[in-house]
Every structure is written in structure tokens, then in C-alpha cells.
């Protein structure tokens, strides 16, 4: 029982250390994406752990832009200072690394929104967004005929968000 307890705790602090070094808020997607593109711990163990560092409001639940983003509270990061050093050596190198390799990527992932919903018989709504700061830059809905379109131009947004957003802003400014 208490090496359940153990890895139960080190679990929490792994998932700590991660939102303290990664310093953007994340969603449980790109959290257990991190956890399982290192194969650091296993899916439901990594759930059960943010459901309780949340109830023991070591993480914070936000919801910004139409999403829920956890984010690692003062607690939380003290909790992080005090016993970073139970984590081993091998499981921060790897962690940093990896931000340090993607935190602009994962970053860029939270501020570009492209989703859609049908809303009608031949009918969806596009919704796209640039979010900087928390600051909305570019809210645009469309009205499209299929999801084929749809699913296209959320693809192009997430790709080509910035581009698009400086021709629009060009032509309404010229």
C-alpha cells in the first residue's frame, strides 16, 4: 500500500513540475500528451492525479476562450519547490527537454482555435480564433455548406492563422 501512495505522489509532483516549468496554462489534452509522449505515467493514473491535485487546489481549473485550462497554483508551486528533489534526475532532464523543445509549439496550440458545429441540413458553423495574452485578437464565424469545408478551413487556420490574420487585417486597413 504505501508504494501505491509513493508512486501516487510522485505522479502529482511529476505533473506539477511539468505546469511550473512549462508556465502556460494547459488543457488535459496537452498535459496527457506530454505524460504519454514520454511514457511517464499511464493514462488513468494521470487522470485520477489532475482530478485530485485539483480537489486539493494544487491546480487551478480556469475556463478562458471556451476551454478548461489547468494551471499550477501558488500552493501548487511550493508544493514543487519543497520536493522537486523526490523526482529523479532522468524524469526532470526528459521533462525539460521536452519543454524546452515545445513549449512554443504547445503555446501556439493555445492561442489558435478552429473548431465547428453543424447547425443546420447543410449547414456548419466555422468558428476561429487568435487569442494572444488572453487578449482576442480575430473572433470569425462562417457559414459553410459541408463539414468537408469545415474540417479544411480549421485545418488552414491552424497552419496558416497568422498569415491569414495579417491579409484580413491588410485589407480592412488599406
Known amino acids: 500500500m504505501f ?3 509513493s ?12 505546469l511550473d516549468k512549462i508556465e502556460i496554462s494547459l488543457t488535459n489534452t496537452q ?3 506530454i505524460i504519454l509522449e514520454n ?5 488513468f493514473s494521470l487522470q485520477e492525479c489532475v482530478a485530485e491535485l485539483e480537489h486539493s ?8 476562450q471556451e476551454k478548461l485550462t489547468y494551471q499550477i497554483s501558488e500552493s501548487g ?6 520536493f522537486q528533489d523526490k523526482i529523479p534526475k532522468s524524469i526532470k532532464t526528459l521533462i525539460n527537454d521536452y519543454v524546452g523543445k515545445n513549449k512554443d509549439r504547445i503555446k501556439k496550440e493555445s492561442e489558435i482555435f478552429a473548431d465547428f458545429y453543424k447547425s443546420k441540413e ?6 476561429l480564433k487568435v487569442i494572444e495574452n488572453d487578449i482576442v485578437l480575430i473572433d470569425l464565424k462562417l457559414n459553410v455548406v459541408s463539414a468537408k469545408q469545415a474540417k479544411l478551413i ?21
Not at 155 to 167: D, F, T
Request: charged share 25%; aromatic share 8%.
Open 77 to 82: 508551486q511550493r508544493t514543487v519547490a519543497m
Open 39 to 43: 511514457n511517464i505515467i499511464n493514462y
Open 3 to 5: 508504494d501505491d501512495k
Open 7 to 18: 508512486k501516487s505522489a510522485l505522479n502529482k509532483l511529476i505533473v506539477l513540475y511539468i
Open 122 to 127: 447543410n449547414e456548419y458553423i466555422v468558428n
Open 154 to 174: 480549421c485545418e488552414k487556420w491552424k497552419n496558416s492563422s497568422g498569415k491569414i490574420y495579417g491579409q484580413i487585417m491588410d485589407s480592412l486597413i488599406k
Open 31 to 33: 498535459i496527457t500528451n
Open 57 to 64: 487546489d494544487l491546480l487551478k481549473l480556469e475556463e478562458s
